[in-house]
């Protein structure tokens, strides 16, 4: 025991420090068992390191304790076994501990990388970034790697993204260029994605010439693709055979390709090998790589899904312009056409009236002053210019926008003084009239010449679809807060093919019509923010409904 030094303090003797090859300055535990003047020996600082198995202490100390006993025989080969036991958990302990550091690093690599892909919407820089992670010294260090992607328009697997040189040369020429200052990982990532374009080297030119079709049978990168299982080039394996589109760039002794796969997609395939250094690829390396690459591909989803849907809303928006652009061009068209059809409307409307007047005139002027001379005729003539002045009034409303006239009105009123007009042009057809208003005051605003007008168009529709002898009902009610106006006729009813085209401009079932009076009316309303409604049965009669907002309590007039 001359190899333990003590120290006395208060007249006892303290351990100082264990055997030379302690570098720590601890107690040795030994020696604080075999030396009477010892005073800790209790002390649970004490520690066992793989070198006290060599210590000559120890071996000294069994040397006098082994005796004829078997107890002493098996004390000494226990402690033999013990001391194995603890080497075999430190070495244990330290193994654990290296791959618990690895794991923590590669975790930490990984935040770096997914922290950067959610900061970016671009694919190319978010590739690029993947591929850095793989490829830096202080992440995974291979020395190349590439990226290839589905492409389900072409129904292929493309080479999109790499990082690396194509020979030993340019990778030189690469390394010396970062001899003075090589970046760090971080500074490598912020690089990407400030810069305004990824860096393109000439593996990167190499590998985006690469297209494979995914009908192929017989090859490795699809076979990784659709098992979605790593592979490893093992020794004996040829790399031609195995992928011959990527046979003379990838390195044949040190080339791994992982899938890039979510559990809804299969998004690529990521490559990588070790060119320069020909450093071999275990399956832990492997391994590692998979965790990176199956952490990423929800990453890369996502931002591939996102362009996606920019690259639909672009599309959206181009064929909304493209709409634009034709709704102006077929509003032009169906003006053009509606004047084309107005004009033949027009001329026709307007000739028969002109005929008969110009005749009528000519008689006149032939018997005037004379005993022939007719007052019937002035008569015929009036009755064709009010026609005439109608069917322009007719035109002219339909063809221009007219300001309304609002005002706080009784809708009761303003039917109830449209209907004493007309009621003398309705006992002349022979035609029964009842009016069944609503008790109350109906408020409403609008502008009664327009909704007189309306009234006027319905009723006198009416009056031309129902026989003599036939009803007209007109009634006003309220419905939820639109004041209803209605005319209901005993007529002849409409046909659901009629009743298709009753709003449509020009559209008529008379012989003098212009096909003008219901789309007016339906316009009357539109613009007072009402609609309209038909109820039709043949040989029934029909019901028109208009339906106009009523004044809310407490509105301002």
């Not at 995974?140 to 040189?165: E, K, M, Q, W």
């Not at 500074?187 to 995914?214: C, G, H, M, N, Q």
């Not at 492997?286 to 989803?301: D, I, Q, V, Y």
Request: include cysteine; aromatic fraction near 6%.
């Amino acid at each position: 025991m001359e190899r333990v030094r003590t120290s006395e303090e208060n007249g006892k003797v303290r351990l100082v420090m264990c055997p030379p090859e302690n570098k720590n300055n601890c107690i040795c535990w030994l020696a604080n068992l075999t030396i009477e003047q010892s005073t800790d020996r209790k002390n649970n600082g004490f520690r066992i390191f793989d070198y006290c198995r060599g210590c000559p202490d120890l071996e000294t100390v069994k040397s006098r304790a082994l005796g004829r006993r078997r107890a002493d025989t098996a004390s000494s080969l226990l402690i033999d076994k013990l001391f194995e036991r603890v080497h075999s958990c430190r070495v244990q302990l330290v193994d654990t501990s290296s791959d618990l550091r690895k794991r923590i690093e590669e975790l930490t690599i990984l935040k770096k990388v997914t922290d950067y892909l959610l900061k970016t919407d671009n694919l190319e820089k978010a590739l690029a970034m993947v591929l850095t992670g793989v490829t830096s010294g202080e992440a995974f260090g291979y020395n190349r790697a590439a990226i290839f992607l589905c492409d389900p328009h072409a129904n292929t697997l493309r080479g999109v993204a790499a990082i690396g040189s194509v020979d030993l040369e340019e990778a030189k020429r690469i390394w010396m260029q970062f001899d003075r200052h090589l970046p760090t990982f971080d500074e490598l990532l912020e690089r990407i994605r400030t810069s305004d374009k990824v860096f393109k080297d000439s593996l990167y030119e190499a590998i985006w010439k690469i297209s494979i079709p995914l009908s192929e049978t017989q090859n490795t990168l699809l076979d990784v693709l659709r098992s979605k299982k790593s592979f490893i080039l093992k020794p004996g394996m040829k790399l031609g055979e195995c992928c011959p589109q990527i046979e003379g760039i990838a390195y044949p002794s040190g080339f791994v390709a992982v899938p890039i796969a979510t559990d809804s997609l299969d998004f690529g395939v990521l490559i990588a090998d070790n060119f320069v250094t020909k450093a071999p690829i275990s399956e832990d390396d492997l391994l590692s790589l998979e965790t990176f690459a199956n952490t990423t591909a929800a990453a890369l989803e996502n931002i591939g899904l996102e362009n996606q849907l920019k690259f639909r809303l672009e599309e959206l928006e181009r064929a909304h312009d493209l709409l634009r652009e034709n709704q102006s061009y077929l509003v032009q068209h169906e003006r053009l056409a509606d004047i084309g059809k107005l004009a033949t409307t027009v001329t026709h409307e307007i000739k028969t009236p002109l005929v008969t007047i110009g005749a009528y005139t000519r008689r006149l002027l032939t018997t005037f002053g004379t005993k022939r001379f007719k007052r019937e005729h002035l008569e015929v003539i009036l009755h064709e210019v009010e026609r005439l002045e109608r069917i322009s009034g007719e035109i002219l409303d339909y063809s221009k926008d007219t300001k309304l006239q609002l005002e706080k009105c009784d809708l009761n009123v303003i039917i109830e003084s449209t209907m004493e007009m007309i009621k003398e042009k309705l006992k002349d057809a022979g035609i029964k009239m009842k009016n069944r208003f609503h008790q109350e005051s109906i408020q409403i605003m609008a502008d009664a010449n327009r909704i007189r007008q309306v009234l006027y168009n319905l009723v006198q529709n009416a009056m031309d679809a129902t026989d003599p002898g036939g009803m007209l009902i007109v009634r006003t009610r309220i419905e939820q807060s639109y004041a209803v106006m209605e005319v209901e006729d005993t007529g002849a009813g409409i046909s659901d093919e009629i009743q298709e085209k009753l709003f449509t401009p020009f559209f008529s079932t008379k012989a003098k019509g212009s096909g003008l009076g219901l789309p007016v009316s339906k316009k009357i309303i539109d613009d007072h923010g009402g609609f309209m409604k038909v109820v039709t049965r043949e040989g029934i009669g029909s019901r028109f409904s208009v339906y106009l907002p009523m004044i809310s309590e407490g509105a301002e007039t």
